[in-house]
T-cell receptor
Framework: DTGVSQDPRHKITKRGQNVTFRCDPI?????LYWYRQTLGQGPEFLTY????????KSRLLSDRFSAERPKGSFSTLEIQRTEQGDSAMYLC???????????FGSGTRLTVV | DAKTTQPPSMDCAEGRAANLPCNHS???????VYWYRQIHSQGPQYIIH???NNETNEMASLIITEDRKSSTLILPHATLRDTAVYYC???????????FGTGTRLQVFP
C-alpha cells in the first residue's frame, strides 16, 4: 500500500453535469476526509468518515454534494448539477482512528466549463 | 481549534536554514501544533507536530515557546525541493479535522 490514491487526477465537465471522484485510503486507516482547495487558499474541510459512518459534514457541502464510504474502504464524492464555482482541487486524506498525521492523496482537479 | 497566523511568504537561500514562524496565541492546553507542507500540484504532506517540547525528525525541527503562543519550524539546510506552502495548524491530538489557513509560501532560491 503506497498511500492514498485518487481518481481521476483531472476532470473537465460541462456545467450541469454530474461528476464522481474516488478515493482509496491507506488500508489500515479508519478515518477518511474530503477537502476542497481553490487557488491561493488552504484546503477546506468538507466531510469525514470513521469506517463507513459519515460523522461530520461542513456547511460547504451543499445538497448537490454527497459522499459515501461503503464497507469502510474506498470513498466516493459526487457533485450533481455542477456549477462553475465547484471548480477546485478535491483532496482526500486518511488517518488512523487515534493520532495524528493525515496522509493526503494528490487530489482531483475539477474544472467546470 | 485555535487560530494560527503565519507570514504569507518567505525566501531562503539554498543550503541555509529556513525558519518559519507561527503565532497561535489562543492555543489551549491540549492542542498540538501541526505542520504540513504542500508542494505545487500535490496534496499536503505531514512534517512534524508537538505539544510543548521541542521536536525533531528527519525533515525538520519544531521549536515551541514556553508559553506555547508561538512556534518556529526549522528546515536546517533548505533545498530547492523545499519550495512549498507551509501550514501551521493547532488542533487536539485526536482532532476530528484539521483546519488549514493560507500558510506561508517558502521560496528557496539557488
Amino acid at each position: 500500500d503506497t498511500g492514498v490514491s485518487q481518481d481521476p487526477r483531472h476532470k473537465i465537465t460541462k456545467r450541469g453535469q454530474n461528476v464522481t471522484f474516488r478515493c482509496d485510503p491507506i488500508s489500515e486507516h479508519n478515518r477518511l476526509y474530503w477537502y476542497r482547495q481553490t487557488l491561493g487558499q488552504g484546503p477546506e474541510f468538507l466531510t469525514y468518515f470513521q469506517n463507513e459512518a459519515q460523522l461530520e459534514k461542513s456547511r460547504l457541502l451543499s445538497d448537490r454534494f454527497s459522499a459515501e464510504r461503503p464497507k469502510g474502504s474506498f470513498s466516493t464524492l459526487e457533485i450533481q448539477r455542477t456549477e462553475q464555482g465547484d471548480s477546485a482541487m478535491y483532496l482526500c486524506a486518511s488517518s488512523p482512528s487515534h493520532g495524528y498525521g493525515y496522509t493526503f492523496g494528490s487530489g482531483t482537479r475539477l474544472t467546470v466549463v | 481549534d485555535a487560530k494560527t497566523t503565519q507570514p504569507p511568504s518567505m525566501d531562503c537561500a539554498e543550503g541555509r536554514a529556513a525558519n518559519l514562524p507561527c503565532n497561535h496565541s489562543t492555543i489551549s492546553g491540549n492542542e498540538y501544533v501541526y505542520w504540513y507542507r504542500q508542494i505545487h500540484s500535490q496534496g499536503p504532506q505531514y512534517i512534524i507536530h508537538g505539544l510543548k517540547n521541542n521536536e525533531t525528525n528527519e525533515m525538520a525541527s519544531l521549536i515551541i515557546t514556553e508559553d506555547r503562543k508561538s512556534s518556529t519550524l526549522i528546515l536546517p539546510h533548505a533545498t530547492l525541493r523545499d519550495t512549498a506552502v507551509y501550514y501551521c495548524i493547532a488542533g487536539s491530538y485526536n482532532t476530528d479535522k484539521l483546519i488549514f489557513g493560507t500558510g506561508t509560501r517558502l521560496q528557496v532560491f539557488p
